[in-house]
């Protein structure tokens, strides 16, 4: 049965019975994995990200200065590209998609593969369409952080 249909078939039961809904402790359970997969891009970025882009996303997390190359201020993504949230270009690199081989190396981690290797049981289709929701995400509240 599901969650929503269970709860209204418990307050008319409870309306039948004529006990006063506010009377009524209702227990949520918690997320499950692919639920949070649809919720948590905040949370990602706090996990991930933080460390080395700042709380804020200003690029001064505790890890930036121990990087060779600086860390960019990702509340101004927005301010650069004419005012328009460039999400195409930050979901790429957060995958490593946008490397190119010729300004050299990357710091930061590629995240797609590893949101893809997070759920190992689950069949190749499921785990890559929750990576894809987990960076649309990510980049979701990172547009979220940009500067006014």
Not at 113 to 130: C, D, I, Q, S
């Amino acid at each position: 049965m599901k969650p929503l249909v269970f709860l209204f078939a418990c307050f008319a039961i409870l309306a039948l019975a004529d006990v006063p809904v506010e009377d009524v402790k209702v227990e949520t359970a918690p997320l499950s994995w692919k639920q949070a997969a649809l919720t948590d891009g905040g949370e990602l970025y706090d996990e991930l990200c933080a460390v080395c882009h700042g709380m804020q996303g200003k690029g001064d997390g505790p890890a930036a200065p121990a990087l060779k190359k600086g860390v960019p201020d990702l509340t101004t993504l927005a301010t650069q590209n004419l005012g328009v949230f460039p999400r195409e270009a930050v979901e790429k690199a957060i995958t490593g998609k946008s490397r190119i081989l010729s300004h050299g190396t990357v710091d930061m981690p590629i995240w797609g593969r590893t949101f893809e290797n997070a759920m190992p049981g689950e069949k190749l289709y499921v785990r890559e369409g929750l990576a894809r929701q987990r960076i649309y995400n990510l980049s979701a509240h990172l547009e979220s952080l940009q500067a006014e």
